[in-house]
């Protein structure tokens, strides 16, 4: 069974930065697509970013520029780097993996798993 635990939340003004770490346990690194979705209140959940097992990178166009993703496989840990923060960023973010292709273009019911999310805030 694949588990997923964020941390890393918090409150920031704008501007700032803060770094979401995901530990991942349960499963082979290399076999998943991970990402990183988040959800406002009153919003859908959206896709923000996605690695692949080689390393590359898409991101939602509003985070492009700001926020970076990235993974240590011999960790089993992801992470979003988000620099200039802006209070439109204000959500709960989730870490997620799947296996299918369609990870690849941000699709919440793509996720097969997801963690348990962690709150991000940013005050204007």
């Known amino acids: 069974q694949v588990q997923l635990v964020e941390s890393g939340g918090g409150s920031v003004q704008a501007g700032g930065s803060l770094r979401l770490s995901c530990a991942a346990s349960?499963?082979?690194?290399?076999?998943?697509?991970m990402a990183w979705f988040r959800q406002a209140p009153g919003k859908e959940r959206e896709g923000v970013a996605v690695i692949d097992k080689d390393g590359r990178t898409r991101y939602a166009d509003s985070v492009k520029g700001r926020f970076t993703i990235s993974q240590d496989n011999a960790k089993n840990t992801l992470y979003l780097q988000m620099n200039s923060l802006k209070p439109e960023d204000t959500a709960m973010y989730y870490c997620?993996?799947?296996?299918?292709?369609?990870?690849?273009?941000?699709?919440?019911?793509?996720?097969?798993?997801w963690g348990q999310g962690t709150q991000v805030t940013v005050s204007s």
């Open positions: 349960g499963y082979t690194a290399g076999n998943y697509y």
């Open positions: 997620a993996a799947a296996e299918t292709l369609r990870m690849w273009f941000l699709l919440a019911d793509a996720v097969k798993y």
